[in-house]
Nanobody
Framework: QLQASGGGLVQAGGSLRLSCTAS????????MGWFRQAPGKERDFVAA????????SYADSVKGRFTISRDNAKNTVYLQMNVLKPEDTAVYYC????????????????WGQGTLVTVSS
């Protein structure tokens, strides 16, 4: 089970940090990802991090602004979002997969409930 938190309302240029905590054991064996779904749009890949080595991948739209990280001791993955833009407004979902550094929805096995991020202009 994945529990995402940290969403909220922020002005453009601001920052937020999302967290996603997983229940159960063997968290380090799973790659973790963040996806987002804006109103009226499909869910898109944002960032992913591998299980043990911390390899990362980002969507071009967030490179240089967002950072994904994880703390395996706390079963938690983070998404630090800086220089937020109105187009970053979306429901953000965390997900887990046994595949390494997956970037598509189909590769993920478990999903959190989503947390809403709203960026005002």
């Amino acid at each position: 089970q994945l529990q995402a938190s940290g969403g909220g309302l922020v002005q453009a240029g601001g920052s937020l940090r999302l967290s996603c905590t997983a229940s159960g054991r063997s968290f380090s064996r799973y790659a973790m990802g963040w996806f987002r779904q804006a109103p009226g749009k499909e869910r898109d890949f944002v960032a992913a991090i591998s299980g043990s080595f911390g390899l990362t991948s980002y969507a071009d739209s967030v490179k240089g602004r967002f950072t994904i990280s994880r703390d395996n001791a706390k079963n938690t993955v983070y998404l630090q979002m800086n220089v937020l833009k109105p187009e970053d407004t979306a429901v953000y979902y965390c997900a887990a997969t046994r595949a390494s550094l997956a970037t598509t929805e189909e590769q993920y096995d478990y999903w959190g409930q989503g947390t809403l991020v709203t960026v005002s202009s």
